[in-house]
């Protein structure tokens, strides 16, 4: 079974920035979707971010502009930056693998994720 190991999180002030990223024991990402989730305290876990296999990007409307996924070569790490953060970006961010751009199917199992917290 493929471990998902996120890392990257941290305190950070209004307006920084921060690059996650996602570790995986095999070197699948070439080969599927991958979504960055996130889960703010009280709230759904909600797709954020997804690069497809083939290399296409989506993202959330509410951090379009802000986020970035990417992928390495080796197919068995993908990153998210994140700029400009805000109070709303607080959240324990996650990462897994699926199908297509919309991760409708998720194949992977919940890694524990990795905290952002933002601060004024």
């Known amino acids: 079974q493929v471990q998902l190991v996120e890392s990257g999180g941290g305190l950070v002030q209004t307006g920084g920035s921060l690059r996650l990223s996602c570790a995986a024991s095999?070197?699948?990402?070439?080969?599927?979707?991958v979504g960055w989730y996130r889960q703010a305290p009280g709230k759904q876990r909600e797709l954020v971010a997804t690069?497809?296999?083939?290399?296409?990007?989506n993202y959330a409307d509410s951090v379009k502009g802000r986020f970035t996924i990417s992928r390495d070569n080796a197919g068995n790490t993908v990153y998210l930056q994140i700029n400009s953060l805000n109070h709303e970006d607080t959240a324990v961010y996650y990462c897994?693998?699926?199908?297509?751009?919309?991760?409708?199917?998720?194949?992977?199992?919940w890694g524990q994720g990795t905290q952002d917290t933002v601060s004024s």
């Open positions: 690069i497809t296999k083939s290399g296409s990007t």
């Open positions: 897994n693998w699926g199908r297509g751009a919309t991760m409708s199917l998720i194949w992977g199992s």
């Open positions: 095999r070197s699948i990402f070439n080969s599927y979707s």
